[in-house]
């Protein structure tokens, strides 16, 4: 398996602008979390899924962040829209509900400018 | 609201000797306890692991130890080697088989072994 894929690798935006993080979970898995990494807060728990149902959002900063999972193997992670303060890695990771170990993708490096 | 905590932003040690790394929590209903370890332009990666009914879990150069009464875990790494420099997190969860389990993170510490 290749993994959890994210995309882009990094993103450069504009104040203002809709951003899209996408990721692929590992197949099987079915939770799956969207993290946010900034130096002032670390690893941030946003938003995870389980069995494709959102559980729990309350890291979610703002009405302008959404997450979607419309299936098992796909998920978004929206700004809209965007400011210079979300600027940060996004990472996204999956698990198997039979384990607490997540794997992680390779992170979206997001600059607002 | 940090239930994680690791009050060490970093931390040296010469290659050889032992590398300890130190993580709290406030949260009474964690009962699976992770280390991650993080290289530069890459996710977290699993390193190793330790459920509560237990207080060490060892695999090879790598140790965690728990202490529930405390509220405390460490990760101890013997010999650290060069190749053990990045950021380490801590992470808990209190899920459950049924919503899968949410890990809480620390803000990690970065560890630097210098030959």
């Known amino acids: 398996d290749a993994g959890v894929i994210q995309s882009p690798r990094h993103e450069v935006t504009e104040m203002g602008q809709e951003v899209t993080l996408r990721c692929k979970p590992i197949?099987?898995?079915?939770?799956l979390f969207w993290y946010r990494q900034t130096m002032m807060r670390g690893l941030e728990l946003l938003i995870y899924f389980n069995n494709n149902v959102p559980i729990d959002d309350s890291g979610m900063p703002e009405d302008r962040f959404s997450a979607k999972m419309p299936n098992a193997s796909f998920s978004t992670l929206k700004i809209q829209p965007s400011e210079p303060r979300d600027s940060a890695v996004y990472f996204c990771?999956?698990?198997?509900?039979?384990?607490?170990?997540?794997?992680f993708g390779q992170g979206t490096r997001l600059t607002v400018v | 609201d940090q239930q994680v905590k690791q009050n060490s932003p970093s931390l040296s040690v010469q290659e050889g000797r032992i590398s300890i790394l130190n993580c709290d929590y406030t949260n009474s209903m964690f009962d699976y306890f992770l280390w991650y370890k993080k290289y530069p332009a890459e996710g977290p990666t699993f390193l190793i692991s330790?459920?509560?009914?237990?207080d060490k879990n060892e695999d090879g150069r790598f140790t965690v130890f728990l202490n529930k009464s405390a509220k405390h875990l460490s990760l101890h790494i013997v010999p650290s080697q060069p190749g053990d420099s990045a950021v380490y997190f801590c992470a808990a969860s209190a899920g459950s088989s049924n919503s899968g389990y949410a890990l809480n993170f620390g803000k990690g510490t970065s560890l630097l072994v210098t030959p």
């Open positions: 330790i459920s509560s009914i237990k």
């Open positions: 990771a999956s698990s198997l509900n039979t384990g607490a170990e997540a794997f």
């Open positions: 197949s099987g898995h079915n939770s």
